[in-house]
């Protein structure tokens, strides 16, 4: 290793990942850690770079760090960490992080400024909203290239001389890339929709023992509760919709604003339920489509919610997009969200009554 | 599989994943331009494009406004507010919590709360699977 310039002995990485790594790739999948799952920002070292071996340039996410060396797997490579506040590159872009001072600021303290042979930077292409190009090289001397979107690429990328295919250059949100994301978003609702569902039942459960004992029927509250608790139940599924089928089905949908989109996917639910109930329990129709109104507003509001903020976790979408689909999906969810559960409990006081 | 297949399959995704029309606060200066081309180099959606050496905007509508493209314009010939398209974070941002929200003009970045005070611990907001993956 030729570390002429570098002051003190540089530390390295290894290209292969360990159990340990695989495992700790698992939790932060189910959000478990996410914010604690850093390394040290600065120079590292990957098999024996020399003074004509590019630097690559990361966030101290160590997803992101073992992404990067599992795909320079057999090659010789400086890596240059920077601190992103163990954010992803992309969204640390987005804040400013993963930024030309930052960048400039490392290259400074880790004596790289002082490396003679190829001054090549080459950064990951979603780190480019955080980092002007121009300012690095004109402050440092060093050529920055911006390498593939994806880590997996880069031996291609590498190989064909630094060039990119249209497809490196292309986020993408396929079927597997949406289902990684499923265990943060489930960890995140599980809680937050057995509340709902306890709070609304306990309330739903005064007021069925409350008239009932004005209308002298005398239910005790254990089954006042029981009665309510049924009759909110069927909302439960209302994560399965949001964070569950919701990703998975998304290029699906109809519609663009994805409050839209969510809606929609309940509007499916309630036909296949409908369908199925007519077909197989022989249900008749409209007594059954009269049941499950105020439970289709009450779930087509919350996934219509869901979805909403299912945005910020794809690739694709902007801020006046949002701000716009915002603007009118919160009111129309609020309210259908407060006409669902007023529904449910109006008739929940007519229940107490014999 | 073959090369077209993936090819078209690829152009197939991209359209599916459009979100909404003419919203976009994209500006491109032809007279600035020196089609250096660093935007089609930056761009995650390909809105740039060149043509018989000049570069052009070719697909508008797919911009995110992340803001790469302005930030590496050596010429400042592209603007944008750049910002995160994150419901979440725009609903934990201080626009929020300001009257007049839901009327057109009222703008915000969209960054969390988090992000507009560091000393909090955490960095970011949190939610989804918007900034650990």
């Given at each position: 290793?030729?570390?002429q310039f570098l002051s ?15 495992w700790g790739a698992f ?328 | ?52 050496g000049i570069v052009i ?77």
């Amino acid at each position: 290793m030729n570390t002429q310039f570098l002051s003190p002995t540089v530390a390295t990485l290894s290209d292969t990942w360990t159990l340990k790594d695989y495992w700790g790739a698992f939790k932060v999948r189910w959000g478990m850690g996410r914010f604690s799952y850093r390394m040290a920002p600065g120079l590292y070292a990957l098999g024996t770079p020399g003074e004509e071996t590019p630097v690559f340039v990361t966030g101290n996410y160590k997803l992101s760090v073992d992404h990067l060396r599992k795909a320079l797997q057999g090659r010789d490579a400086w890596i240059l960490i920077l601190d992103t506040k163990g954010i992803n590159v992309w969204c640390a872009a987005g804040k400013g992080t993963f930024g030309t001072e930052e960048l400039i600021h490392r290259l400074r303290t880790t004596g790289l400024l002082e490396k003679k042979g190829k001054k090549l930077l080459i950064l990951p292409q979603l780190g480019a909203p955080g980092v002007s190009a121009t300012e690095v090289e004109k402050a440092t001397g060093f050529r920055v290239v911006y390498g593939p979107i994806r880590a997996k690429d880069i031996p291609a990328y590498l190989d064909s001389g630094l060039k990119t295919t249209e497809q490196m250059r292309r986020v993408t949100f396929s079927f597997l890339e949406r289902l990684i994301l499923i265990p943060v978003e489930l960890k995140g609702i599980i809680v937050p929709s057995i509340l709902l569902l306890s709070i609304l039942s306990i309330v739903g459960a005064f007021l069925v023992w409350g008239t009932s004992l004005i209308g002298s029927s005398s239910l005790s509250f254990g089954d006042s509760l029981l009665i309510s608790f049924k009759t909110f139940f069927p909302i439960l599924p209302v994560g399965f919709f949001g964070v569950i089928l919701f990703p998975l089905l998304l290029p699906l949908l109809p519609g663009r604003a994805f409050s839209l989109k969510g809606a929609m996917l309940v509007l499916w639910g309630l036909i296949t339920y409908l369908t199925v109930s007519h077909t197989f329990l022989e249900v008749p129709i409209l007594s059954l489509l009269f049941r499950v109104i105020p439970y289709f507003i009450l779930l087509a509001s919350m996934v219509s919610f869901l979805a909403m903020n299912f945005t910020g976790s794809t690739p694709f979408t902007s801020l006046s997009g949002v701000l716009k689909e915002m603007r009118i999906a919160i009111p129309v969810q609020m309210g259908g969200f407060l006409v669902g559960i007023l529904w449910l409990w109006i008739d929940l006081l007519k229940r107490g009554i014999p | 599989m073959d090369r077209s297949f993936k090819k078209r399959h690829s152009m197939s995704t991209n359209r599916t994943f459009q979100y909404l029309k003419g919203v976009t606060t994209l500006q491109f200066s032809r007279e600035l331009c020196v089609s250096c081309g660093r935007c089609t180099e930056v761009c995650p959606h390909a809105v740039f494009g060149i043509q018989n050496g000049i570069v052009i905007v070719q697909d508008r509508d797919a911009c995110m406004e992340c803001g790469a493209c302005a930030k590496n314009c050596p010429t400042s010939a592209i603007q944008v507010r750049a910002g995160v398209g994150c419901a979440y974070a725009v609903l934990a941002s201080s626009w929020f919590r300001k009257p007049g929200w839901f009327k057109r003009g009222s703008q915000t970045t969209g960054y969390c709360l988090q992000a507009d005070a560091p000393s909090q611990k955490s960095p970011c907001c949190g939610g989804g699977g918007c900034c650990g993956s």
